[in-house]
C-alpha cells in the first residue's frame, strides 16, 4: 500500500527539521554533523584499569602461589617470596596487555562493521557510514536494512520493521506516514522506523529525527553489547583442563609435602619449597593467556585478508571446513557486468574493454571495425543508454556503476559505440516507463526527443522481447522478424555463459504521453541482441585450485540459468561442471534423495534462499562441515544453518550480516579461502602452544617427583624452577602464537569436525618429552656430580639444560606436519629469535652475574660444558624430529 499521498505531514516533518524532500546539502550535512556529534551509541561503561588488572589475580593457580609466597616470607625464604611475586605479576601483565589487544581487535572489527545508510544529499541518492547520519537527512530503506537512525517516515511501500530489539514484539509491524497520538506506546508508533530494528519487508523513505544518544535505543542503555570475550570452544575446553589439571597437582603436591615431612624426614621448609616448585613447574600458568592472544592475533589476521570474524567459534569452525557454497555473481565473479556480444541480423559483434569504461573496441571475426559505419549499431546503443536507470560515474580514474551493474554494462557499450552513455533521464526527456518485473521480464521507457514523434524502447528476456516483435531492423531498413533464427542465436550466447538481452524500438506519435503495458504488446521493431558477462574473478579461479588441493569441495548456488552457471563453473575450475541442478529438480526431490546428489553436483542454478536451506542441510547430513555465503533477508535461515556462515559486506543485507559469523569486507571468494586458511593457521598455533606447554611442563614436574621419591637432591632447586617459569613459560610459549601459515595448511584435509586436542599423537608426544627432559636434567647432573662439582655448578648445569631443551623443542614444534630441517624453520620468524635472544641472555645474566647467582644460587659454567649442554639440546632436537619423520613416513606407507 502506497501512504505518500499524507503530503501535509510530510512537509511538516520537513519545516520541523529544517530540512527539504532533496535531502540536506553537503555543507549543511557536515555543520550538523559538528553540532550533533557522530551517530553512534555512547560506550558502555568500561571497568577501571586498576579493577581489570586485578581481575587477572582472580585464579586459582595464582591463590596457590600466594599462598605459597606468605608461607615462604613466614619462613624468612625472602628471596623465594620475591621470585613468587615476579612469577605473580609477570602472569597478570601479560593477560592485562592481552586482554587490552583483545579488545582493541575487537573495537576495531565493530568499527569495520558499522552499517552504511542511503541517503539524498543535495538531491543526490549516495551511501554514507551510518555515523555520518545527522538529523534532518532523507534515509532510503528496504528489505533487509537495519535502520540507521530515528526515522520519521514519509513515504513508505509495504514497508514492515521487525522491533522486538525494543518492544519484544517479534512479529513486524506495518508501517505508514500517518500521524499518531504523541503519546502513543513505542509499539504503536508506526510512522516511525526506529534506529537498530530491521525491515523485514518493503520500502520505505524517512527523515532523521534523532541520532546516537538522543535516539530510542541510545536511551535504553542495557541493550548496548558489551566488549565480546575472547574466547572459544576450544579455549573454554582448555582452561577447565588447566584448571582440573592444577587441582590434580595440587592434591600430588600435598600428598609429596605429606610423604616427605612424614615417612622420609625431610625439613619442612626445604620440602615446602620443593612442592611449590612443583606446583609452579606442572600448573601451565601461562596458557590460558596464551591462548588468548593466539585468538586475538588470528582475529586481526583474518580482518586484513578482508574476513570479519562476528562471533569467535568461527575461527574453530572455519578450521574443519570440508564444503564451501559461494554464491557466483561478486564472489566468484567480479560484479562487474561487460556486453561482450551485440547480434545484428546476420553479425556477430565482439566487445573489448576495461569493466565498465565506455570506451573499447568492437570487433567482426577477430578486426576491429569502425562503428560509424554502421548506425544499426550506434541505434542500438542510442536504446541501451536511453532504457536505463542507471549511471556511469568517473571516480578516482576508475568508472563505476550507481545502480544496476547490468544497465551500467549497457552504458558502457553506448559509449564504446559513440551513442553517447548519459542515462535515458539526462540523454532525452524520459516521459514515462514501465519498470521492470520478474513477471513481465521487461523494462520499457517513453521519450519524447523530436517534435514529430516520440519514440518507446524495451528491453528484456530475449524469448519475452521476440513475441512483442513484429519485425526486425535490417542493413537497408526494417525487415520481417525471422524468430527461429534470433532464437538459435539467443541460445549459442547463453550456452557460451552469457546473460542474453534483446532491444526492441517503436515510433509514437507526438500527442502520445502514457505508456501502457498495450503499447508494447506487439509492434515493435527488433533492433538486435546483447550478451552480457560477468567475468571470473582471476583469484577466485587460484583459490578454487587452493580448494581442491585442500580437500574442500566448493559448490555454486547461484539465481542465474544453468548454461551461465555452467559456463562460470568451467571457467573458474569447478570439479564436475557435466551436471547442474536446478531449483525445480531440487524441488521435485525428497530430502534422501537430494543427500544423495548433492555430493555428486557443484553446480545448482536457478535457485532461491529455501534451496540453500535445504542444501547446507543435505551436505551436513553426510557430516560435512558447510561454510555458506549470503546477501539477502532470506538467506538469514541458511547463513544461521550452515557451521560457518558468511555474509557479504558490500552488497549484504544487515539481516545477512546479523545471521553470520563471518562477514566479507570485499565480497570475494579468495578472501574465504583466506579466512579458512587462517581458521587452520589458528587451530594450528593452539595446538603448538599445547604441544609446547604440556610437555616441558610435564619433563620440569616428572624430574622434582623423581628426586623426591628417590631420596636424593633436587638437581633444580625449587627458586630455579620458579625463575625458569617465569623466564621461559610466558616468553617462548608466546612466540608459537605469531607462528605464520605452515607450506603445506592447505594441501590437508580438513581436520575431523569433533576432534580431540588431547589426541592419541598429543599424549604420546607428552610422554616422550617429559622423559626426555627427564633424562636430560638428570643425565648432566649426574655427570656434574661425578666430576665432583659443587652442588651450586650442578644445579646451574641442570638449570641451563633445562632451558636448552625448551628452546630447540619450541624449534621442533614450529613445524609439526613437515620438516623442520630446512633454511626457513632455521629462519624462524622475527618473534621467535626475538624471544629465544630474550631467554638466552636473561640465563647468561643468572649464570655469571654475580648479584643474581647470589639470589638464585648459581655458578659460572665453563666453556667445555656449555657446549655439552647445548648437545643435549641438539639430540633432544635430533630424537623428536627423527620419532616424526619415521611417524609420517609410516602414515604415507599406510595410505
Avoid at 559509449?415 to 533521464?425: I, N, R, Y
Avoid at 504521453?513 to 579461479?541: C, H, K, S, W, Y
Wanted: net charge negative; hydrophobic share 45%.
Amino acid at each position: 500500500m502506497e501512504h505518500g499521498h499524507h503530503a501535509t505531514d510530510s512537509e511538516a516533518s520537513l519545516k520541523a527539521m529544517r530540512a527539504t524532500a532533496a535531502g540536506l546539502s553537503h555543507d549543511e550535512a557536515a555543520a550538523r554533523l559538528d553540532t550533533h556529534g557522530r551517530n553512534r551509541l555512547p560506550e558502555p561503561p568500561k571497568r577501571s584499569v586498576i579493577l581489570r588488572f586485578l581481575s587477572h589475580f582472580h585464579n586459582i593457580l595464582i591463590y596457590v602461589l600466594i599462598g605459597s609466597a606468605l608461607i615462604t616470607f613466614f619462613l624468612q625464604h625472602y628471596v623465594d617470596t620475591a621470585v613468587i611475586a615476579a612469577v605473580v605479576i609477570a602472569n597478570a601483565l601479560v593477560g592485562f596487555i592481552q586482554e587490552g589487544k583483545a579488545e582493541k581487535a575487537m573495537e576495531s572489527i565493530r568499527r569495520m562493521l558499522a552499517p552504511r545508510a542511503s541517503v539524498l544529499r543535495g538531491g543526490e541518492r549516495q551511501t554514507v557510514d551510518g555515523e555520518e547520519l545527522v538529523p534532518g537527512d532523507i534515509v532510503l530503506i528496504e528489505a533487509g536494512d537495519k535502520v540507521p537512525a530515528d526515522l520519521r517516515l514519509i513515504r513508505t511501500h509495504g514497508l514492515q520493521v521487525q522491533e522486538a530489539i525494543l518492544t519484544g514484539e517479534s512479529l513486524p509491524v506495518d508501517k505508514g506516514t500517518d500521524p499518531v497520538a504523541e503519546a502513543a506506546a513505542l509499539g504503536d508508533r508506526t510512522s516511525m522506523a526506529y534506529s537498530g530494528t530491521l525491515v523485514t519487508g518493503g520500502q520505505g523513505r524517512g527523515i532523521v529525527v534523532a541520532t546516537g544518544a538522543g535516539s530510542e535505543i541510545g536511551r535504553i542503555s542495557g541493550l548496548i553489547a558489551s566488549v565480546e570475550v575472547l574466547t572459544t570452544p576450544l579455549v573454554e575446553q582448555m582452561n577447565v583442563f588447566a584448571k582440573w589439571l592444577t587441582v590434580l597437582i595440587l592434591l600430588i603436591a600435598s600428598a609429596l609435602l605429606g610423604f616427605g615431612y612424614f615417612v622420609a624426614h625431610y625439613e619442612f621448609a626445604e620440602m615446602f619449597m620443593a612442592v611449590v616448585g612443583l606446583s609452579v613447574a606442572a600448573i601451565p600458568e601461562g596458557l590460558p593467556a596464551v591462548l588468548t592472544i593466539t585468538l586475538a592475533v588470528g582475529v586481526q589476521a583474518m580482518a586484513r585478508r578482508n574476513a570479519i570474524v562476528r562471533r569467535l567459534p568461527a575461527i574453530e569452525t572455519l578450521g574443519s571446513v570440508s564444503v564451501i557454497c559461494t554464491d557466483k555473481t561478486g564472489t566468484l565473479t567480479r560484479n562487474e557486468m561487460m556486453v561482450v556480444a551485440v547480434a545484428l541480423g546476420d553479425k556477430v559483434f565482439s566487445l573489448r574493454g576495461d569493466g565498465y569504461a565506455p570506451q573499447g573496441e568492437v570487433l567482426l571475426d577477430g578486426e576491429p571495425v569502425d562503428v560509424k559505419r554502421i548506425p544499426r549499431l550506434i541505434e542500438l546503443g542510442h536504446a541501451a543508454a536511453a532504457c536505463n536507470d542507471s549511471a556511469l560515474r568517473h571516480v578516482a580514474d576508475q568508472w563505476l556503476v550507481e545502480g544496476d551493474p547490468m544497465e551500467g554494462a549497457l552504458l558502457s557499450l553506448a559509449g564504446k559505440v559513440g551513442a553517447g552513455f548519459e542515462t535515458g533521464h539526462a540523454a532525452r526527456q524520459r516521459i514515462d516507463a514501465i519498470p521492470f518485473d520478474a513477471r513481465h521480464r521487461f523494462m520499457a521507457t517513453m521519450h519524447h526527443d523530436s517534435p514529430d514523434f516520440g519514440e518507446i524502447y524495451v528491453k528484456g528476456a530475449p524469448e519475452q522481447v521476440l513475441e512483442m516483435c513484429a519485425q526486425q531492423r535490417g542493413a537497408s531498413g526494417d525487415e520481417p522478424l525471422e524468430e527461429p533464427r534470433w532464437i538459435e542465436t539467443s541460445g549459442r550466447m547463453a550456452d557460451d555463459g552469457l546473460r542474453v538481452l534483446a532491444i526492441a524500438t517503436r515510433r509514437i506519435p507526438a500527442g502520445h504521453r502514457v505508456l501502457d503495458f498495450a503499447d508494447v504488446q506487439g509492434g515493435l521493431t527488433l533492433l538486435g541482441l546483447v550478451g552480457l558477462m560477468d567475468p571470473p574473478r582471476p583469484e577466485a579461479i587460484e583459490a578454487v585450485g587452493e580448494c581442491d588441493a585442500a580437500g574442500i569441495r566448493v559448490k555454486m548456488i547461484t539465481g542465474d540459468h544453468a548454461g551461465t552457471a555452467a559456463a562460470i563453473g568451467r571457467l573458474i575450475g569447478l570439479a564436475k561442471t557435466d551436471r547442474v541442478l536446478t531449483g525445480e529438480e531440487i524441488d521435485g526431490m525428497s530430502d534422501t534423495e537430494l543427500v544423495a546428489e548433492v555430493t555428486r553436483t557443484d553446480i545448482f542454478a536457478r535457485t532461491n534462499p529455501e534451496h540453500k536451506l535445504r542444501l547446507v542441510t543435505a551436505l551436513q547430513a553426510q557430516g560435512l562441515t558447510v561454510a555458506m555465503t549470503g546477501d539477502g533477508v532470506n538467506d538469514a535461515p541458511a547463513l544461521k544453518r550452515a557451521d560457518a556462515g558468511i555474509a557479504m559486506g558490500l552488497k549484504g543485507s544487515e539481516a545477512a550480516k546479523e545471521a553470520a559469523e563471518l562477514v566479507l569486507a570485499d565480497d570475494n571468494f579468495a578472501s574465504i579461502v583466506a579466512a579458512v586458511r587462517e581458521g587452520r593457521t589458528v587451530y594450528d598455533n593452539i595446538k603448538k602452544v599445547i604441544s609446547w606447554t604440556l610437555p616441558t611442563n610435564a619433563g620440569e614436574a616428572i624430574t622434582v617427583i623423581a628426586a623426591l621419591l628417590w631420596g636424593v637432591a633436587l638437581p633444580i632447586a625449587p627458586v630455579q624452577i620458579l625463575w625458569i617459569n617465569l623466564v621461559t613459560a610466558i616468553t617462548l610459549g608466546l612466540a608459537l602464537a605469531f607462528e605464520p601459515t605452515e607450506e603445506r595448511t592447505m594441501r590437508r584435509p580438513p581436520r575431523p569436525r569433533h576432534e580431540s586436542i588431547l589426541t592419541g599423537r598429543l599424549v604420546w608426544q607428552i610422554v616422550l618429552v617429559s622423559v626426555l627432559f627427564f633424562a636430560g636434567v638428570f643425565g648432566i647432573y649426574a655427570y656434574a656430580t661425578d666430576r665432583g662439582y659443587p652442588v651450586e655448578l650442578a644445579r646451574t648445569m641442570a638449570m641451563n639444560t633445562l632451558v636448552v631443551m625448551e628452546i630447540f623443542y619450541l624449534f621442533f614444534i614450529r613445524n609439526v606436519f613437515g620438516t623442520s630441517l630446512t633454511w626457513k624453520a632455521v629462519r624462524a620468524t622475527p618473534v621467535v629469535w626475538g624471544t629465544v635472544i630474550a631467554v638466552t641472555g636473561a640465563q647468561f645474566a643468572v649464570t655469571y652475574l654475580p648479584p643474581l647467582q647470589q639470589v638464585l644460587g648459581t655458578a659460572p659454567v665453563g666453556f667445555a660444558d656449555g657446549l655439552i649442554i647445548v648437545g643435549i639440546g641438539v639430540l633432544l632436537f635430533a630424537i623428536t624430529e627423527t620419532e616424526k619423520q619415521l611417524r609420517l613416513s609410516f602414515k604415507r606407507q599406510r595410505r
